[in-house]
């Protein structure tokens, strides 16, 4: 009976005669459900390590929705931090009947003091707590220590300078032409700003026309900050001075303009910034500094806790727009209208956060002249793994010459991967199927996707086989419906994504829906009837938790430089809410098989 | 305290037979001048004592015996009473030793006056529970009698008729098992793990404090 677990952590840190301290020296208390076990401020009087129940964590300034911001569950422990405070910061509420061995402080004290390690447990526990805390507090994206603490030189952009002497339509040109808002002219050595108001001010209600020079709108009296100053200083200026962009000056010398646009982006999550650095870069040398931003930004979109589906279509568009302005470099404009570019898998779907392989291939129309495609294409794949996409080990890339072809090449691909039906096939119609044309005449792939569909929806030998897939790998649960918990993690990418993604790729094909991103396509199945909507939206927010847990795995090995990605995350590391989420996410995942292989008649294969 | 609570207690204090009621009240009688005397007061805290005590039948009566106090919440395991009682010198040596691995003790004590009395006065007034406790005290109050000249004339609460009448109240035709391992499953408490005397006692503590809630 008081044989107290204490093989796991923070007990293990003790050695044995510590471990028989606490054996002897703990009580047992019984709370009620709804019992309030610890309140807010009351003095930390003992450890509580619970023996069987639930106890829940609550912040009671909080309104009731969010107040709950802790869950123990049997082999957790609670009032440690208590203790070393002083005095509870939160209430401790039973929520189910709960049985607790209770540690009285001086125990918990004399053991603090004799395994320095023992304490150290719960200091960086304290310590982990209150980051927690400040990175939720500091809810404006990137957190607030970098938000005080970012230069002006982060954040400033080339000065655009003109001469002074020209006319006003030049000027507008140029400012079009580098996508910038405000210019700067040089007379007699001072600088003048010369901004789109101004312009507008000048031609509209001034008397200037086309011709008259631009020092005769600029403005003289500027706000200058240095490039080591604070960038908060910058923007308490331009809010002092009632102006959106600042000059950088550097003993005399210009150094460059922040803009208001700028500091704003650059606080929120620096998304306007990437994007305007792609659709500004006019050299392959840019666009790759460009792109090597966007985990940059996935960072503080996920710090913001923008939800996960508003930052895959921005990533997606990004990526879109950057491959789209690879092509653009390496491809002739003459055949822009005569073919298509297409990418497929996860950048297909609009699922790649960060940069994974790149699957993509190339529609050519039937009567295109293009004899020297495969150089050209060889190019644009080395461009690309400049951006960053590293090359697909199953080389499904444009310089691949099996996936180029002529519409009519890829219909008889088609014909022949659905009449073949074997592993290699299906997998290919797969891909195939998540296409989304990023560059040239998206027409093309129309029609090879209505092909695609017209050989295959109705072809329910075809979908059975296709299906199939979906089951190949286990859902990670035990026979009694908890998580498996083996040591290196559990696969989330084949226990969870991939089965959902599968399915759906499945049902949408049976469907006929265009969509190729998973959350849209489940959109459509629920619009179309074919699953119903709390289903779909079940599966859609499944899909989105495995897909943060995998992409915080994959931060965290992208801090640590660990080239290998895995797609494993340790369940033992997860706080006891995520496990919940996780548990609940993968009977979701089991119960969508089991839709599967009824609907497929899969339960013989 | 309200007034049902008392007279609950005071109930509790006359339980029993006549015969154990008269005996306690000479005992108490005998004992007015001794240093045991306050033993017989009746007890107004709201602290109880659980006991769980395993004997063995020889010729020297070898009793392990564990006694925790218990209040509403809190089960005071690491507060126990916790002794084998025997004489060590001509107690079986193998069944002494038996007695610490499988209860779980650590200390002999022989049953003189004085060690009695320190278990005496762990206990005090307050009102024993325990599972089968009139079993279990029959064995000890005779060594008392010896050693002190009275059996414990505390206030007794049966857990295993307690969780009876639960039962009973909630599921009529049940049949109702005697061993605590069940009671235990019964009411979603944990599993007691091996035989020692205070495991059964903070067993039968916890279980007192689950009935208690449930008839409220």
Redesign the interface.
């Known amino acids: 009976?008081?044989?107290v677990e204490l093989s796991q952590l923070p007990f293990t840190l003790l050695d044995e005669e510590g471990r028989d301290h606490v054996r002897?020296?703990?009580?047992?208390?019984?709370?009620?459900r709804d019992e309030i076990i610890l309140e807010t401020g009351q003095a930390g009087e003992c450890v509580f390590l619970i023996?069987?129940g639930e106890v829940a964590e609550l912040d009671t300034t909080l309104p009731a929705s969010s107040a709950r911001i802790g869950h123990y569950t049997a082999g957790d422990l609670f009032g440690a931090i208590s203790i070393l405070n002083g005095k509870s910061r939160y209430r401790f509420q039973a929520e189910q009947?709960c049985?607790c061995y209770?540690m009285?402080k001086a125990l918990f004290i004399q053991l603090c003091r004799h395994y320095p390690e023992f304490e150290s447990f719960f200091k960086q526990s304290l310590s982990h707590k209150t980051r927690l805390l400040t990175e939720k507090r500091a809810e404006g994206g990137v957190t607030m220590a970098g938000f005080m603490l970012a230069k002006v030189s982060e954040c400033m952009r080339e000065p655009l300078l003109m001469d002074a002497s020209a006319d006003i339509a030049s000027a507008v040109k140029q400012l079009n032409d580098s996508h910038a808002d405000s210019l700067l002219v040089n007379t007699q050595g001072k600088y003048g700003m010369v901004t789109k108001t101004d312009l507008l001010n000048g031609l509209v209600l001034g008397d200037c026309s086309n011709a008259t020079p631009v020092e005769a709108v600029a403005h003289y009296s500027l706000v200058t900050v240095t490039p080591n100053q604070y960038l908060f200083e910058a923007l308490v200026l331009m809010t002092r001075h009632k102006v959106a962009r600042v000059v950088v000056m550097e003993q005399e010398l210009l150094k460059g303009v922040v803009e208001l646009t700028d500091v704003l982006s650059y606080f929120s999550s620096r998304s306007y910034v990437v994007s305007l650095q792609v659709e500004q870069a006019n050299s392959l040398e840019a666009l790759a500094a460009a792109s090597q931003r966007t985990p940059e930004l996935v960072k503080a979109l996920m710090a913001q806790g923008v939800k996960l589906r508003f930052a895959m279509d921005l990533l997606a568009a990004l990526n879109g727009r950057i491959i789209s302005k690879a092509w653009s470099f390496t491809v002739d404009e003459t055949h822009h209208s005569d073919s298509c570019m297409m990418v497929m898998g996860s950048e297909g779907r609009g699922e790649q956060i960060l940069k994974t392989d790149q699957d993509n291939g190339l529609i050519l129309a039937d009567d295109s002249q293009w004899p020297d495609v495969a150089e050209q294409m060889q190019a644009l794949t080395q461009t690309l793994i400049r951006l960053g996409y590293p090359p697909c080990p199953g080389n499904i890339m444009v310089s691949n010459p099996e996936w180029v072809g002529s519409v009519s090449q890829w219909k008889r691909n088609i014909v022949k991967w659905v009449s073949a039906r074997d592993g290699d096939s299906l997998m290919k119609l797969a891909i195939l199927l998540d296409a989304h044309a990023v560059a040239g005449n998206p027409a093309l792939l129309e029609s090879v996707r209505e092909e695609l569909f017209e050989r295959c929806s109705r072809d329910e030998l075809l979908l059975s086989y296709f299906a199939r897939t979906a089951l190949r790998f286990s859902t990670p649960l035990t026979l009694f419906g908890s998580l498996k918990k083996p040591q290196h993690g559990i696969d989330i990418k084949k226990g969870g994504i991939f089965p959902i993604v599968h399915g759906v790729r499945t049902m949408a094909l049976e469907r006929r829906i265009k969509a190729t991103s998973t959350l849209d396509r489940l959109d459509a199945l629920a619009a179309d009837g074919r699953l119903d909507r709390r289903f779909a939206d079940d599966l859609g927010e499944a899909l989105a938790l495995f897909t943060e847990l995998r992409l915080k795995q994959q931060l965290q090995e992208l801090d640590t430089a660990i080239d290998k990605r895995t797609n494993r995350v340790v369940v033992q590391e997860l706080s006891s809410l995520e496990r919940d989420l996780l548990r609940e996410a993968m009977h979701i995942v089991k119960d969508f098989k089991q839709r599967l292989s009824h609907r497929y008649h899969l339960e013989y294969s | 305290m309200s007034g049902m609570r008392l007279l609950d207690r005071h109930v509790a204090l006359f339980s029993g037979s006549l015969r154990t009621l008269l005996q306690r009240e000479s005992d108490r009688r005998r004992c007015a001048g001794s240093p045991y005397a306050w033993l017989f007061q009746p007890y107004m805290g709201e602290e109880l004592v659980a006991l769980a005590c395993h004997a063995s039948d020889d010729a020297q009566p070898v009793i392990s015996v564990a006694a925790v106090v218990l209040d509403q919440?809190?089960?005071?395991?690491?507060r126990a009473w916790v002794a084998t009682i025997a004489n060590t010198q001509s107690a079986n040596a193998t069944t002494l030793r038996r007695h610490h691995c499988l209860y779980g003790t650590s200390v002999a004590l022989a049953p003189s006056a004085e060690n009695l009395g320190t278990l005496a006065e762990f206990i005090g007034n307050r009102p024993l529970i325990g599972w089968q406790l009139d079993r279990s005290l029959d064995r000890l109050n005779a060594l008392f009698k010896k050693g002190l000249g009275f059996g414990l004339p505390n206030a007794q609460v049966d857990v295993a008729k307690l969780h009876q009448r639960q039962l009973r109240r909630l599921h009529p035709q049940v049949d109702i098992d005697s061993r605590i391992g069940d009671a235990l499953d019964r009411w979603?408490?944990?599993t007691?793990?091996g035989h020692?005397v205070?495991?059964?006692s903070?067993?039968s503590?916890?279980l007192y404090?689950?009935l208690q809630?449930e008839a409220e």
């Open positions: 009976m008081v044989e002897r020296g703990v009580d047992l208390a019984y709370f009620d023996h069987k009947e049985l209770i009285p | 919440h809190h089960v005071q395991t690491s979603q408490l944990p007691l793990s020692s205070l495991g059964e903070t067993a503590a916890l404090l689950r809630r």
